[in-house]
C-alpha cells in the first residue's frame, strides 16, 4: 500500500514538472513576441496624434476575447490585454526605453 502512494507521488510530481517545463516555454515565447509587440509600439509614437486610441483598443479587446472559449478565460485574456495597453503607453511615453 505505502508504495503505490509513493509511485503515485512520484507520478503526480512527474506530470507536474513537464507541465512547468511547457508552461516555462510558453513564457518565452509570450516574452518574445511581447519585446516584439512593444519595439512596434514604441516605432508608432512619431505616427499617431496622441498616445491612446480608444477605439482601437475596443477593438483589439473584443477580438482577444473572442479567441478564446468561456467567459472566465474571455475575461483574463482581457484584463491581460489592458495591462498589456498601459505598458505600451508607457513605453511610447518613454522615450529612453
Known sequence: MRGNLIELQIAMISALEKKRKKIDA????????????????KSLAGLKKTIRDPERE??????AGGLVKGQALSSAVTAVYKEIFRQGR???NDHTV
Open 58 to 63: 475596443a477593438a483589439v479587446l473584443k477580438t
Open 90 to 92: 508607457r513605453i511610447q
Open 26 to 41: 510558453l513564457d518565452s515565447r509570450l516574452a518574445a513576441l511581447l519585446a516584439e509587440r512593444f519595439g512596434l509600439v
